[in-house]
């Protein structure tokens, strides 16, 4: 009798959840976990003048290369001061302190040259972090969006800067670059701009830039309410998470508001033709690949055609392969007690590594400092990053 009844409970647990249960014995385990964010002050006085407050730092977004481990943290709070650090892969498991990437002096905020406020970045295969300065959602600068390109290989040597334009994404209009995916000399970056949402496209060849505008890209309201590790969601959100997957001739692009049950998608060669991005009948490129369990933030596709991407209201992430229909999708792993609010994917030596930082509960009601706030915790996938297709 226990073989049937086991078999009930997980088809009841599978149609609670909404999809199948991935039936990949490979889970998360933890790699980093920390109760707050420090960093490796040169000196007490440069921590009084950065004006640091333990648990008012968040990791946001993680990419990783040549065993370094590079974290974006942005400046949600005002006296939050390092947006761009790093540590080493073999660095201590429990509160690493992190360094500033490249350095302190371009983690100040002091000039409109430093790095002021990073979200997310990509790093291409030969060692370029394509690093998105563009939040611009609260007044904790007041320097124009920026694209800048780092050489890992020099240093942190900076090799290109793109200020973005106002007219696509106005500083003091609330721009919102989120998260970014590149393609040989182009980036695509989700631009969750409340005002003006769409898929911004930066050309690093011709240093030129448009935006995509689709009615798909805004959040849905039907998808506005749901909460997370217990803070309810009320706020529209549009486009977020986006992925890049490989292809001969043409590549797959996705993507996804995070106020939405749907994953949207396109091709790549029609972001990058101008006119077909910019015209008004872009929505006749665009196919709704159909609903996931819930709503979501961050996602990634790897060498082998599967997207990961989190499940914000299930504390899970699921996986699709996009050759398939998205009602295959199934749930790697749901766990309350270490996937809280999962969003920055990056995929390193044959593994998913995933930053978890309930960023709604630290934004809303702040930190217990005594409980373990924020995570980088690994997936074993055997597989490499969509930037080595």
């Given at each position: 009798?226990?073989?049937?009844?086991?078999?009930?409970?997980?088809?009841?647990?599978?149609?609670?959840?909404?999809?199948?249960?991935?039936?990949?014995?490979?889970?998360?385990?933890?790699?980093?976990?920390?109760?707050?964010?420090?960093?490796?002050?040169?000196?007490?006085?440069?921590?009084?003048?950065?004006?640091?407050?333990?648990?008012?730092?968040?990791?946001?977004?993680?990419?990783?290369?040549?065993?370094?481990?590079?974290?974006?943290?942005?400046?949600?709070?005002?006296?939050?001061?390092?947006?761009?650090a790093?540590?080493?892969?073999?660095?201590?498991?429990?509160?690493?302190?992190?360094?500033?990437?490249?350095?302190?002096?371009?983690?100040?905020?002091?000039?409109?040259?430093?790095?002021?406020?990073?979200?997310?970045?990509?790093?291409?295969?030969?060692?370029?972090?394509?690093?998105?300065?563009?939040?611009?959602?609260?007044?904790?600068?007041?320097?124009?969006?920026?694209?800048?390109?780092?050489?890992?290989?020099?240093?942190g040597?900076?090799?290109?800067?793109?200020?973005?334009?106002?007219?696509?994404?106005?500083?003091?209009?609330?721009?919102?670059?989120?998260?970014?995916?590149?393609?040989?000399?182009?980036?695509?970056?989700?631009?969750?701009?409340?005002?003006?949402?769409g898929?911004?496209?930066?050309?690093?060849?011709?240093?030129?830039?448009?935006?995509?505008?689709?009615?798909?890209?805004?959040?849905?309201?039907?998808?506005?309410?749901?909460?997370?590790?217990?803070?309810?969601?009320?706020q529209?959100?549009?486009?977020?998470?986006?992925?890049?997957?490989?292809?001969?001739?043409?590549?797959?692009?996705?993507?996804?508001?995070?106020?939405?049950?749907?994953?949207?998608?396109?091709?790549?060669?029609?972001?990058?033709?101008?006119?077909?991005?910019t015209?008004?009948?872009?929505?006749?490129?665009?196919?709704?690949?159909?609903?996931?369990?819930?709503?979501?933030?961050?996602?990634?596709?790897?060498?082998?055609?599967?997207?990961?991407?989190?499940?914000?209201?299930?504390?899970?992430?699921?996986?699709?392969?996009?050759q398939?229909?998205?009602?295959?999708?199934?749930?790697?792993?749901?766990?309350?007690?270490?996937?809280n609010?999962?969003?920055?994917?990056?995929?390193?030596?044959?593994?998913?590594?995933?930053?978890?930082?309930?960023?709604?509960?630290?934004?809303?009601?702040?930190?217990?400092?005594?409980?373990?706030?924020?995570?980088?915790?690994?997936?074993?996938?055997?597989?490499?990053?969509?930037?080595?297709?």
């Amino acid at each position: 009798m226990l073989i049937p009844l086991f078999c009930v409970m997980l088809t009841y647990l599978t149609v609670l959840l909404g999809a199948s249960v991935d039936n990949n014995n490979s889970k998360f385990v933890p790699a980093f976990s920390w109760n707050y964010i420090n960093f490796s002050w040169p000196s007490a006085q440069t921590m009084a003048e950065f004006g640091y407050v333990p648990g008012e730092d968040v990791i946001a977004g993680i990419k990783i290369y040549k065993n370094v481990i590079y974290l974006a943290l942005p400046r949600i709070k005002p006296s939050s001061r390092v947006t761009l650090a790093s540590i080493p892969i073999d660095a201590n498991k429990e509160n690493p302190l992190l360094s500033p990437y490249p350095n302190w002096e371009m983690n100040s905020g002091s000039t409109c040259d430093a790095i002021q406020n990073v979200l997310s970045m990509e790093i291409d295969k030969d060692g370029i972090m394509w690093v998105l300065d563009a939040r611009r959602v609260d007044n904790n600068t007041d320097c124009p969006p920026k694209i800048i390109l780092l050489d890992l290989n020099d240093g942190g040597k900076i090799v290109d800067s793109f200020q973005v334009p106002d007219d696509l994404c106005p500083h003091r209009g609330g721009c919102f670059l989120n998260d970014i995916v590149v393609d040989g000399d182009f980036a695509y970056v989700s631009d969750t701009t409340s005002s003006d949402p769409g898929i911004f496209v930066y050309n690093r060849k011709l240093k030129t830039s448009w935006k995509a505008r689709d009615k798909t890209m805004f959040g849905d309201p039907a998808a506005v309410d749901f909460t997370a590790q217990g803070v309810q969601n009320q706020q529209l959100s549009h486009v977020n998470g986006i992925a890049l997957c490989c292809g001969k001739e043409e590549r797959a692009f996705f993507y996804m508001p995070q106020t939405s049950l749907h994953i949207f998608s396109t091709s790549n060669s029609v972001l990058k033709n101008r006119s077909v991005a910019t015209a008004s009948n872009l929505h006749n490129f665009i196919t709704d690949k159909g609903t996931k369990q819930g709503q979501s933030g961050g996602m990634i596709c790897d060498t082998e055609d599967n997207i990961y991407y989190g499940i914000l209201p299930l504390n899970a992430v699921g996986k699709w392969n996009v050759q398939k229909p998205l009602e295959t999708a199934a749930i790697v792993e749901q766990n309350d007690e270490i996937i809280n609010w999962p969003d920055s994917f990056s995929i390193y030596d044959n593994y998913l590594y995933l930053i978890t930082n309930s960023i709604s509960k630290f934004s809303k009601k702040g930190i217990n400092l005594n409980d373990i706030n924020f995570r980088i915790i690994k997936l074993q996938t055997n597989s490499k990053s969509y930037v080595y297709c």
